[in-house]
């Protein structure tokens, strides 16, 4: 499975950018895609994560309320809605691809990783 993730971008703190993240290759009947950020100096953290076939969704607390992850099934794609943006968002934002249907906040419970995009947010 391929991932490519786009849309990051410079944005100031309070401020909104949404970033996709396109799918392909043999994907399953049941899988997850996941979102997970590295901020500079920092070990990679769990975004956030949707269940393909389900729908539901699973956020880490920093970002509950605040982030929105959907999927476009057609385009075999998924989104990360970020909403009141802060300067402590700033990272390099990675999709990753699950096997699962169950969705995990796990790392290694990600088979595939797209490269990142940098996200920055300024104060």
């Known amino acids: 499975v391929q991932l490519q993730a786009y849309g990051g971008g410079l944005v100031q703190a309070g401020g909104s950018l949404r970033l996709s993240c396109a799918a392909s290759?043999?994907?399953?009947?049941?899988?997850?895609l996941g979102w997970f950020r590295q901020a500079p100096g920092k070990d990679r953290e769990f975004v956030g994560a949707i269940s393909w076939t389900r729908g539901s969704t699973f956020y880490a607390e920093s970002v509950k309320g605040r982030f929105t992850i959907s999927r476009d099934n057609a385009k075999n794609t998924v989104y990360l809605q970020m909403n009141r943006l802060k300067p402590e968002d700033t990272a390099i934002y990675h999709c990753?691809?699950?096997?699962?249907?169950?969705?995990?906040?796990?790392?290694?419970?990600?088979?595939?990783w797209g490269q990142g995009t940098l996200v920055t947010v300024s104060s």
């Open positions: 990753a691809f699950s096997y699962s249907g169950i969705v995990y906040n796990a790392q290694s419970r990600y088979s595939s």
């Open positions: 290759g043999r994907t399953s009947s049941s899988y997850t």
